[in-house]
Nanobody, 118 residues
Framework: QVQLVESGGGLVQAGGSLRLSCVASGSISSTSINTMGWYRQAPGKQREFVAIIYRGGGEMYADSAKGRFTISRNNAKNTVYLQLNSLKLEDTAVYYC??????????WGKGTLVTVSS
């Protein structure tokens, strides 16, 4: 059984920073994880893409995240991070991590809530 567990969410003022983490536990090999990504879902909205990092280190960001968020990964620890800087009210959402494996299913975490206040 593979589980992804996010952490690092919380309440922060606009302009502040947070660092999210997502670690995989269970029967998953680090070599089987291809991409690691972050998505978010704001109240009343659909889940949307935030950032993704490939096994080789290449990164992609949503336009809303470019220049403010940074994704990174530690393959040995089956962990992905998302550094959130210059947070805005509209960044308030539940943030989910997703691991895509080379063979097998995709895995999602249960989410961590980020609330940005004015």
């Amino acid at each position: 059984q593979v589980q992804l567990v996010e952490s690092g969410g919380g309440l922060v003022q606009a302009g502040g920073s947070l660092r999210l983490s997502c670690v995989a536990s269970g029967s998953i090999s680090s070599t089987s994880i291809n991409t690691m990504g972050w998505y978010r879902q704001a109240p009343g909205k659909q889940r949307e893409f935030v950032a993704i990092i490939y096994r080789g280190g290449g990164e992609m960001y949503a336009d809303s995240a470019k220049g403010r968020f940074t994704i990174s990964r530690n393959n040995a620890k089956n962990t992905v991070y998302l550094q959130l800087n210059s947070l805005k009210l509209e960044d308030t959402a539940v943030y989910y991590c997703k691991f895509v494996t080379t063979v097998g299913p995709d895995y999602w975490g249960k989410g961590t809530l980020v609330t940005v206040s004015s």
